[in-house]
């Protein structure tokens, strides 16, 4: 009995024991488990935290890219469409100084090339103020930069940089090369203490290179930015695919050093980081954007973009070290390892000495303590009286006892500690997933998300303006197919099996679409592009994410571009290209003879500087209007560019094809208006066997219309003249009487001067011509007979000019044109258009001065011979030339064989 009592207590003692060892394990497993969770929960939100710095660094650029290109396109909108003219010094230089203060600080400098080589802008120095810049022939091929005046115009000169040639800078040449805007490679001048970037573009009319804009920013703001957005241990660089050359980091390295006036890139390899060498050098050879990368010091996560965009070709690197979230924990499974083995050290002490020694009073004290103190009374105490074995495992169970109760207490301030940090986890994943809306709401192109039955499961507010929604309640939930992509835009419905999303999402691949529409919510549709890619967790597609935008713009450009690329955009012809497709059909059909006609328009130019551009626009259309006219519906008519049309005429021969070009001239001849100032030259050829090349058929046609054009020069330089004389004297019938009396008037003053017979004929044809400018002014002010304002008298002062304009254009002419110019100077200095005095101006136009003035007097205003030849005398040596003027009245007086013509 008293054995079997022994043995009892022994196993109480023994299980009393056990229990402990197992309660330290379980503490043990179960925090190990814990802490390993949290451990992988904070290595994937370090990871999620490089991904991030990397997106943020991309947008900036992306922002960066855009501000250039919104730059270049503003400036080539005002060269393009002549809101700009680049000739006029003070309105160029205004206008490059107001748009340079308009822009950040970190655009150095905003500038033109011309193809010439002609180099104008603006620049902004440290201090933000604005200097102007020229490169030209004034210049001698150096660039200068000048102050500006309150008024933005040019001041003084203030530094001569030099000889520079524009036209072998490096973005002028690529822009050039790629005939598209396109981003330089990274310099530094000498003028600015940065590294800048230039964003080049290129600028035609009609195919013809312009010149070449250039926007040049400093790039310091993006290194500002990566500091802005880094803290004391992430890391972001931006360096050169290619060279591996710094561009912007956060380390506050310099991306530069200035040795002996010339400055050298850093490079990646040479930074004093061994973690961002290691990194470099791993994506290097494996080409993985993420990846983890341990040393001796420290683990980064990195994540690795290569950045490709007009020109730009940026790496760029996003590495956040785990020690941000690792440490604290780290410490805490170290104590509790160390927390544990003492635990499990004591227990195996204690079983050691109860099982050792069996004793029934101190055991069974012992086992009614234990058991109070596993019942959870921690402040229970075994009352030592011993020093032997028993009296040993005594004192063990009381520090036990201690170190339970210690490790209870702190367990619970650890849990107090950890449930207070998964609070501020928990917080931190809200402002992550509050920051991830905000940036879902900031991106430009519209983005919603779906789960594998199709529902919206998130959406940005560019989804819900391009949609026509309100709120994202009005799409979460909903099926996003039934919802805007039902049906084409023809109205036929688009089942869910047809839909490329849902089979993007089924068979688990990326699409890019652009010839679908979505639907708005008020019904209506919008052409679309978008892009869908499945969503993956754990290996598992969980839905798909889709990012579109309104591509309705887009769509209406390219049938624009489409349409222009087979017409003309002014007249409505086919252009060249189109003209040889049409023509390759004609001959695989052998519908000979085929006749080429090649037509060159005389007069365009002309009426480009006389009229404007406008008018010679109008001249444009209506010759195509003509040859539509004139020519059959089968017949091809095409505008190879400029003044030159060609035609093409299947089944035609050479009796036919003169008829036709008669009758082209018959009617171009007809056209007797301001925008018909014009002849056309014409050639032909005529293919009648099918080996002949149609290409020197066409050469042969365009040889027979120089022929034409230089057989007929002379003749149709007279017509263009007297054709512009008919049309003025058809506006006002004053003025071909005073042409005439005028004409006459300065002949016979030729004659009593002594001129020889070539200078009397040149008089005559001065005095005939000399009011021709007059074809600008309009109907109105041509017949007003009262007093002109300043605005009528500036308008009626660029007849001289006008005029001189048209006759230096002829061979026949070019004699008289500067005579005719200064027609109306006054002999005191006080006429225009440039204020000549005395013998400077040209005796020719002080006679018609004279004759003009007499014709005015007697036949505008009713004055007698006498009262005429009184005022000239009034006012010679004030208006008129003394001398002329004695000659002119002894010639009326002599003479009385003048008489007007009404």
Known sequence: MKNKRYHNLSLRVITLISFIVFLVTTVFVVGYINITNWIKATEGHIKEMAEQLNDDTISHINDFIDMQQQINIHQQNFIEQDILDLKNEIARDKYFVSFLKQLPENIYSITF???????????????DEIEIIRNNETTGGNTWYYSVNKDFSIGEKVYDAGNQNPLLANWYLKAVREKKPIFSSINKTKEVNDLFITFATPVYKDDNL???????????????????????????????????????NSLNIENFITKDNDFIRNKINNIDNESIIKGYQFFRKSNSEDFNIKTKDENYYFSVTKYNNDGLEWLIIAAVPSAMLMKDITNTIYSSILITIIGIIISSILYYFYTKTIMLKPIYSLIKTTEKIAQGDLNQRINIKRDDELGHAGKAINKMAETISKLVYDLEGLVEIR????????????????????????????????????????CNKSSLTLLGYQSPEELLGKNMHDLIHHSDKNGIKLSANECK?????????????????????????????????????????????????DITERKKDEARIRYLSYYDDLTGLYNRNAFFEKLENIEKQNLLPITIIFGDLNGLKLTNDIFGHAAGDRLLMKTAEILKEVLREDDIIARFGGDEFVMALPKTNEIEAEKLIKKIKEVFAKEDTVAMMASISLGFETKTVANENIIHIIDSAEAWMYKDKMDKRKTTNFDTINKILNILHKKSRLEKPHSINVSLLCHDLGVAMGKNENEIRKFKDAGYYHDIGKIIISDDLLNYSGPLDNEEHKLMEQHTVVGYRILNLFDETLDIAEDV??????????????????????????????????????????????????????????????????????????????????
Not at 226 to 244: F, K, R, W, Y
């Open 419 to 458: 449930t207070q940090s998964l609070t501020e986890i928990n917080n931190e994943l809200k402002n992550n997933k509050d920051q991830l809306q905000l940036i879902l709401d900031s991106a430009r192109e519209a983005i919603y998300g779906i789960d594998l039955e199709g529902k919206c499961t998130f």
């Open 210 to 248: 312009i010149g070449v804009i250039g926007t040049h920013t400093t790039l310091s703001n993006i290194n500002e930015y990566l500091l802005d957005i880094t803290n004391q241990s992430s890391i972001a660089l931006i360096i050169e695919d290619n060279t591996g050359e710094l561009i912007a």
């Open 501 to 549: 999303i849902m089979q993007s999402l089924i068979n688990g691949t990326g699409i890019t679409i652009n010839n679908e529409v979505f639907w708005r919510a008020d019904g209506t549709y919008f052409d679309v592009e978008y892009s869908s890619y499945p969503q993956y967790k754990d290996n598992k597609i969980i839905g798909a994410v889709i990012t579109f935008i």
């Open 821 to 902: 110019l200064y027609h109306h100077e006054k002999w005191n200095g006080t006429g225009y258009p440039k204020g000549l005095k005395g013998e400077e101006i040209p005796e020719l136009a002080r006679v018609i001065r004279i004759a003009e003035t007499y014709d005015f007097l007697i036949n505008r205003k009713g004055y007698t011979i006498e009262k005429a030849l009184k005022e000239l005398e009034s006012k010679a040596g004030i208006v008129y030339d003394p001398s002329i003027t004695k000659i002119f009245v002894r010639m009326i007086l002599d003479k009385s064989k003048y008489k007007s013509i009404d």
């Open 113 to 127: 090339t011309t193809a010439d080589g002609d180099f104008y802008g603006a620049r902004r120095k440290d201090n």
